[in-house]
């Protein structure tokens, strides 16, 4: 930690300037406490690492911010100097005695407190809901910014979000999901925007680096809006479905999932061209749309003859069993209604295949067939399917939104 207090209350804080025989000389004299626990702690006056604060081994210390990796202890410096320089009143490690927590940068914009968390360790779903409801509790809003350390490409657009990560993630004002992250050591922030999550550890995303100089308080609290999405990559990422590079030892949901396709006459890399697009509820689901979406075309639409019509509430009770069996998962998300969620995504899907023409809407609650969805019969003819509903996806604008 990068905070102490004297005996006497002084607070010592290494974001001041101070020099080495400065600080030598205090460590001399007096005894530095942990202003969380009161235990005293020593000052770690190193050439390596950043000058900072440790409990002794045998601490029991239940606020404290250890072990902290000089990475993550020279990020919090330059956030707090980074919100200082705009003049944002900004507190370093104090600690909340009301909540019993200790954030790593406390700041004040306008009338409200913010949390300011930089997280570059792996943190339990537990302890971010944990953290984040104390904060909620007494009026403060919780900021994570993520350790560019954690920043994972995979290739291309393809990024890798694990665990604690989904939980940062934040809508800008075209309700697009985004996360933040810093780099110390390349002073930069680091913004994934546009997120459009597709399996249980993957996204495709936008990958926007900045200057720590050139951003401000007001971009990470609202963020501006970029261009938008190139659709190149979702097709790729179909092609990539339809024939992935052949794997010995597919998960038992996998199995499950393909021999129920061939139970229903379908060739895996065949799926219908209407399944496999993005929605924004999918953020709160772990399987990949080309599964998902096919079996909601394969359980409930695929039987129907036009005309007939479908309710929303038919097509949830004919997922069911693909919950249990988990082909259909969803991401844990502690403040989450899954049953919820599930009517959206589907009502969602059901509102894309009406912008594709193969459905009407009737009522509130359900759906006519318009038009008949067919399997591809050839690899090649699935490719060019897939090209023209992303053309019709292009140009129609809101098509993400819930038209009543
Ligand atoms: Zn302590």
Excluded at 132 to 157: A, M, S
Excluded at 302 to 316: R, V
Excluded at 332 to 354: A, G
């Amino acid at each position: 930690m990068l905070t102490a207090v004297l005996e006497d209350g002084t607070k010592i804080s290494m974001a001041d300037k101070w020099f080495e025989n400065e600080l030598k000389e205090l460590r001399a004299k007096q005894q530095f406490l942990c202003p969380a626990c009161d235990s005293k702690v020593t000052l770690k006056l190193g050439s390596k690492r950043q000058w900072h604060f440790a409990h002794y081994n045998h601490s029991m210390c239940r606020h404290s911010l250890e072990p902290e990796s000089p990475y993550h202890l020279s990020g919090k410096l330059q956030l707090y100097h980074w919100l200082t320089n705009q003049n944002i009143p900004v507190s370093l490690e104090v600690y909340l005695p009301l909540i019993q927590q200790r954030p790593d940068l406390l700041c004040k914009v306008g009338n409200q407190l913010f949390a300011l968390e930089f997280q570059c360790s792996s943190l339990s779903e537990e302890r971010y809901q944990q953290r984040t409801k104390g904060y909620q509790q007494i009026g403060i809003i919780p900021i994570w910014v993520i350790g560019g350390n954690r920043l994972r490409r995979k290739q291309g657009d393809i990024f890798q979000i694990l665990g604690f990560e989904w939980l940062t993630t934040r809508k800008d004002r075209m309700e697009q999901m985004h996360l933040t992250y810093y780099c110390p050591e390349s002073s930069q922030w680091i913004f994934l925007k546009q997120i459009r999550s597709f399996s249980a550890t993957r996204a495709l995303a936008k990958i926007i680096c900045r200057k720590k100089e050139i951003v401000s308080i007001e971009d990470i609290l609202n963020p501006s809006i970029i261009p938008s999405f190139n659709p190149m990559s979702w097709l790729h990422l179909k092609k990539a479905w339809r024939y992935p590079p052949v794997h010995p030892h597919q998960s038992k949901e996998k199995r499950l999932y393909h021999k129920w396709l061939y139970q229903h006459k379908v060739i895996p890399s065949q799926f219908p061209a209407e399944a496999g697009w993005f929605l924004p509820t999918q953020h709160f689901i772990e399987t990949s749309p080309h599964i998902w979406q096919t079996l909601i075309l394969v359980t409930s639409i695929l039987p129907l003859t036009p005309n007939q019509s479908i309710s929303l509430s038919k097509i949830k009770l004919n997922l069911t069993p693909f919950l249990y069996n988990r082909i259909l998962t969803f991401r844990s998300h502690p403040f989450n209604d899954n049953s919820e969620l599930l009517l959206q995504l589907i009502e969602e899907y059901m509102c894309l295949l009406r912008t594709f023409g193969n459905l009407h809407k009737k009522g509130e609650q359900e759906f006519i067939v318009r038009k008949i969805i067919t399997l591809p019969l050839t690899p090649n003819q699935a490719n060019q399917l897939d090209n023209n509903l992303s053309k019709i996806s292009q140009n129609t604008p809101n098509i993400h939104q819930i038209q009543r």
